[in-house]
């Protein structure tokens, strides 16, 4: 079996499944009585909280989908219980059978906006204890369908249809006009809820998702290969196989649509309703699909991008930003889904915030480091390949990550330094400067004359002036102090290079020069001073002697 056939037999499979009856199903109570208001009751605090209804008939939404349930089952009995009359069960049960059939052949309604609170909607048009479905349209008019708030003596109020309703019941079901789809089936099919009916009704839901989903590929593929062409003569340098892969969800976009449209032609309203559900699940799983996709196409063009321009350290903050919107984007989807189906997304949400806040508790270090780790890619104090100094520690860094900066030190050994700490850490930049200080301090010995001092200091001074590699305006000589090891004298200048490795040459030539200034001056560089203390042993009476 391919893999087209496949997904088509889960797409008729989900259509299928939903279209069972999802509705609760309760126990028979007592049939419908007349309308009656409310009664006045003792306090709420005295009175016991009332029993809920068995078939579900509390809120109008409540009523509406227990009646089509009991009547997709063909259990007219129960379906008779969701009407408001006082006929025999007979008549009743042909009734409820009736007002079926025309729910089904004319009534669009999306049971999702239903009200589900006890009171309903409460329209001021309608007046108290009255809600409206829907109309259906026949031949002499509109059919309004009605709600009725009914109260049972001491029962609590249910929701039913309405008298007026089925009063023009049978006239409007002598008018219906059969669907598109029944006039192309026999007249034994179409008539009552059978076992051939029901068969029928799948057979078009398969039929429909089939013809969709084959529709979708042939549509697809027909775009993809005009688009492919399109791109060949307008942007030949644009690489087809990347935004190719968002024509995968796109074919599940198109089936949706197509399933969505066809769920509007099915025989039932209920196959309808969850038609409409299980279209719009595939439509927005589609779109949040082809969003991630997207997302990741833009990522990985992006982060090619600044691997081009060497800006490798941002590669890292474009991966994790893509990540953490492709995340966003499934979430919202999810929600999405979630809202479709029904589901009431208020405890979702709170739950959501409850639990974010757990984790955000219980990975405070992780998410100290990932922010971190943000902070240090942005601000950019270091990059990649960067000679600095951060703390105590010196090296250059190789990596930085999500977690923690690594940094190779001077010792050939690694250091992975958290980003939580490197975003509080003071970081020296050496590759960041734009010249190198020559500061040195020659000690000359206490021998040297003032001549001879002038001489050293006057050509020290010519020797960084006219250096080429040597900036002149903060270059300078001079006498610093006189110490017991002799006279020292302080040369400072900056060097106009950025790199160690041109650094180190002009500072070795400038020694060896200063050296032969020094000794073309008469003088030397002062050795250190060594005291050296001499004592006699003590001799066996404790004296000791001089020698």
């Known amino acids: 079996m391919t893999h087209s056939a496949r997904a088509a037999v889960v797409a008729v499979a989900v259509l299928l499944a939903g279209a069972r009856p999802v509705f609760g199903q309760n126990p028979l109570s007592q049939s419908a009585s007349k309308v009656a208001p409310p009664a006045a009751g003792a306090p709420a605090a005295a009175a016991p909280s009332p029993a809920p209804d068995p078939l579900g008939r509390q809120t109008p939404s409540g009523a509406v989908m227990g009646f089509l349930a009991a009547a997709a089952k063909s259990d007219w009995p129960r379906a008779a219980k969701f009407l408001d009359t006082r006929l025999p069960p007979d008549q009743a049960e042909e009734l409820a059978r009736k007002l079926k059939v025309l729910i089904d052949r004319g009534l669009q309604i999306d049971l999702n906006r239903l009200s589900r609170v006890p009171e309903g909607e409460q329209d001021e048009r309608l007046g108290k204890n009255r809600e409206l479905v829907g109309t259906i349209g026949t031949k002499s008019g509109k059919l309004e369908v009605l709600l009725a708030r009914v109260q049972r003596g001491a029962e609590p109020p249910v929701w039913l249809f309405a008298p007026e309703t089925l009063r023009d019941v049978p006239a409007a079901y002598e008018e219906y006009e059969p669907s598109l789809v029944e006039r192309f089936l026999p007249d034994y099919l179409t008539r009552g809820y059978g076992p051939r009916y029901m068969l029928w009704s799948w057979l078009v839901i398969a039929a429909s998702s089939i013809s969709a989903l084959l529709l979708a590929l042939l549509l697809t593929r027909l775009f993809g290969a005009a688009l492919h062409g399109l791109l060949r003569l307008v942007a030949p340098r644009v690489v087809w196989e990347r935004w190719a892969s968002m024509l995968k ?37 589609a779109i949040t699909w082809t969003g991630v996709r997207f997302l990741g196409c833009l990522v990985t063009k992006w982060a090619g991008i600044r691997h081009q321009q060497g800006a490798t350290e941002r590669v890292a903050i474009v991966r994790l930003g893509g990540r953490l919107l492709q995340a966003i984007a499934l979430l919202i989807g999810v929600l999405a889904v979630l809202q479709s189906v029904g589901i009431n997304l208020t405890p979702v949400l709170a739950g959501l915030g409850v639990g974010g806040i757990a ?189």
């Open 359 to 547: 984790v955000a508790l219980a990975s405070q270090k992780t998410l100290e480091n990932l922010f971190g780790g943000m902070m240090v890619i942005g601000d950019s104090p270091v990059r990649i390949g960067q000679f600095c100094r951060v703390g105590t520690m010196t090296g250059t860094v190789e990596d930085i990550g999500l977690r923690s900066t690594r940094i190779r030190t001077l010792n050939r050994t690694v250091i992975a330094i958290p980003n939580g700490d490197m975003a509080i850490q003071s970081i020296e930049n050496f590759a960041e400067r734009d010249k190198i200080l020559f500061q040195h301090t020659l000690t000359l010995r206490h021998e040297t004359t003032a001549d001879q001092l002038r001489f050293v200091l006057a050509g020290a001074r010519t020797l960084l002036y006219q250096h080429p590699k040597v900036e002149q305006d903060a270059a300078r000589v001079r006498l610093l102090r006189f110490t017991p090891t002799g006279l020292d004298v302080e040369l400072f200048a900056y060097v106009t290079v950025t790199e160690l490795e041109d650094f180190l040459p002009i500072q070795e030539d400038l020694l060896l020069r200063l050296m032969d200034l020094i000794e073309q001056g008469g003088t030397a560089l002062a050795a250190p001073m060594q005291t050296m203390g001499l004592a006699r042993d003590a001799g066996p009476g404790g004296t000791g002697s001089k020698g």
């Open 249 to 285: 969800p796109g074919r599940w976009l198109v089936f949706g649509i197509l399933l969505l449209v066809a769920s509007g032609y099915l025989l039932t309203a209920r196959q309808r309703f969850v038609g409409g559900r299980v279209a719009w699940v595939f439509i927005i799983a």
